[in-house]
């Protein structure tokens, strides 16, 4: 059977009245992420505009909208803060993110009262601060000069990379002050609770969502010790993610799981608890593959225990290129909490002491780290007694000592 062909969207540069790769050049050496959109006749006709690809990156890339995620119909349009940059001054208005019931669902965005702004071939910059939208138009000569001369504009587009910074100096001054405050009771129990107590201590709002905890910043707390004792180390758990193709997280319980008794209880239940690495099959007979053939991670079954059987048989995949964006969403910046643990009257007490910082992992290295099990998956699944399945997610996690591997350079923060 021939390969599968995978046909990749062009990189878009909309056809406008002003040169759009001089203001690529420009606005990319002064804004986080951002994106063109150009005003079409039947766009500004209709109040309607596509949400091309790039301006559909920049906004997940910004946190503001996944249209991946939206269901179709005006009952779910998702509206958000938006504003004009003119040349002294900010008008506010709203943006209109939805996918209609024809055509496929394509994802159309509108701002609303754009008319007043605009006309057909002006090319619009589009860039976040705060979780809204801010719209500059390059075509408009006063506000591109705006931009050269580092007037108005000039200071409302930088706010967007500023806006970063001023994040993580903040939730750095913040862990400064949980460590001040000193030991700290835990909120909840077990292995979570540092990482609870940590969000819980930083008023942030405990979720499983595939995005960063903090303003785009991702926290990941762990214990120095346990009550004390200096605690064995464990991995960190990078993201989460179901595959993409083969079978699903439940078929793979009901083909290859086994019936066994959980530590701590009496009841047999049919369950698939294991770690799974490229260099050998685990209790399951399941182990990754690292294809790079075609750029899939892949789940393979061997009956005899041997990974390099050719009779082994196909389980699930994931695109390399799935795994290297939720990464990317995941861990565009981290602040890794460590933290002393101690018992006081039987309950847990916190001291947060240091921090490892990172940022923008080398998705390039993924294939290697996966074929030196420098990253490896948990599946935690199990079938319930009402014939349900519960589970934890597929975990990919990697130890502490190796993330220099993946992130480069970290810095190192001491809270004392």
């Not at 303003?215 to 346990?226: P, V």
């Amino acid at each position: 059977m021939s390969e599968k062909r995978v046909i990749r969207e062009p990189v878009y540069f909309p056809k406008a009245n002003v040169d759009t790769t001089k203001y690529l050049f420009i606005i990319s050496k002064m804004c986080g992420p951002f994106a063109f959109m150009t005003i079409t006749e039947t766009g500004l006709k209709k109040s309607i505009m596509d949400a091309t690809g790039g301006v559909r990156f920049f906004l997940k890339e910004a946190m503001l909208h996944d249209y991946n995620e939206q269901k179709q119909g005006p009952e779910n349009k998702v509206i958000v803060p938006a504003h004009f940059i003119l040349e002294n001054t900010i008008i506010d208005t709203k943006a209109s993110l939805y996918r209609p019931i024809t055509k496929k669902g394509d994802p159309r965005i509108w701002f609303y009262d754009l008319k007043n702004y605009v006309s057909v071939s002006d090319l619009l910059l589009l860039f976040s601060v705060d979780k809204e939208i801010y719209v500059v138009n390059l075509s408009n000569k006063k506000l591109s000069d705006s931009i050269i001369n580092k007037g108005f504009v000039y200071e409302q587009i930088i706010k967007s990379r500023i806006e970063a910074i001023n994040a993580r100096d903040k939730l750095l001054r913040l862990l400064n002050e949980l460590h001040e405050k000193g030991w700290v009771k835990a909120t909840t129990h077990g292995d979570t609770a540092v990482g609870d107590t940590l969000e819980h201590e930083l008023g942030i709002s405990r979720n499983n969502s595939t995005q960063p905890d903090y303003k785009g910043i991702e926290l990941k707390a762990s214990r120095i010790n346990r009550g004390g004792q200096r605690r064995q180390r464990t991995r960190i758990t990078l993201f989460a993610k179901v595959p993409d193709e083969g079978m699903t997280y439940r078929e793979i319980l009901e083909s290859y799981g086994k019936v066994q008794i959980p530590d701590r209880q009496t009841q047999p239940r049919l369950q698939l608890y294991d770690t799974f690495k490229a260099s050998r099959a685990n209790a399951y007979n399941l182990f990754l593959f690292p294809n790079e053939s075609n750029e899939r991670l892949e789940i393979l079954y061997s009956k005899s225990g041997d990974i390099h059987d050719p009779a082994n048989r196909y389980v699930s995949s994931w695109k390399l290129e799935n795994l290297a964006n939720s990464l990317k969403e995941k861990h565009k910046e981290t602040f890794f909490v460590k933290a002393k643990s101690k018992l006081i009257d039987g309950e847990e007490y916190f001291l947060y002491e240091s921090v490892v910082h990172t940022s923008n992992p080398n998705t390039s290295v993924l294939f290697a780290l996966f074929e030196e099990d420098k990253i490896t998956l948990d599946l935690l699944i199990h079938k319930k007694e009402d014939g349900s399945t519960r589970d934890h997610g597929a975990l990919f996690k990697m130890w502490p000592q190796d993330l220099p591997l993946l992130f480069g350079d970290e810095e190192i923060i001491d809270l004392n």
